[in-house]
Structures are given as C-alpha cells and as structure tokens.
C-alpha cells in the first residue's frame, strides 16, 4: 500500500464524485487523503495474529420500537426543493447512454 495519493487521483474521484473542488481543496484533501494511507499502512504493521475477530469494536444492542404507520409528507412538499420535476417526480439526469 502506497503512503501517498496524488492531486490526480484526487481530482479523479473529484470528478467521478461530481464534486467541484478548487486548487487549494485539492491540495488539502491530497495532503489529508495521504495522511489516512500512511496512518492505515502504520496500522498494518501490527501483529494481529492473537486478536480474535470482531465485527464491532463494542457489543451492539439493538433498539426495537413499534412501527407505526403515519401519513407521509405529500407529493407537493417533497418535490419543493427538487432542482427538476416531471409530474409528480424527481427528474434527473440521465446517466446511461441509449
């Protein structure tokens, strides 16, 4: 495992994300990104060969509560925001090609 990512790489997921990063966030999440590969590779280096595997790193309890049925919020307010609509959907982007 590589101790370093490039501002490439970063740009890549960036985009492959959708997300628009300026230079300065490059270099931070470049800097950050590194940083968390170099602190996993120091983790790798210990000897795990007597720890039982966990799924948790603390016990779980599961919290029940009753499932009531309630009346959802409308077609009108859920769609308030939405950047595009047709009829009483999100409209959104097509990603794959025909």
Not at 5 to 16: F, G, P, S
Not at 46 to 70: G, Q, S, W
């Amino acid at each position: 495992m590589t101790d370093a990512i490039t501002e490439q790489e970063v740009r890549h997921v960036a985009k492959l994300s959708r997300l628009k990063l300026t230079d300065e966030q490059v270099r931070q999440f470049t800097r950050q990104m590194s940083d968390i590969l170099a602190y996993v590779k120091k983790l790798n280096e210990l000897d795990t060969a007597n720890v039982k595997p966990t799924a948790h790193a603390a016990p779980l309890r599961n919290v029940f509560r009753e499932d009531k049925a309630a009346a959802g919020m409308g077609v009108e307010k859920v769609l308030q925001n939405a950047p595009d609509r047709d009829g009483p959907f999100f409209k959104v982007p097509r990603v794959l090609a025909d």
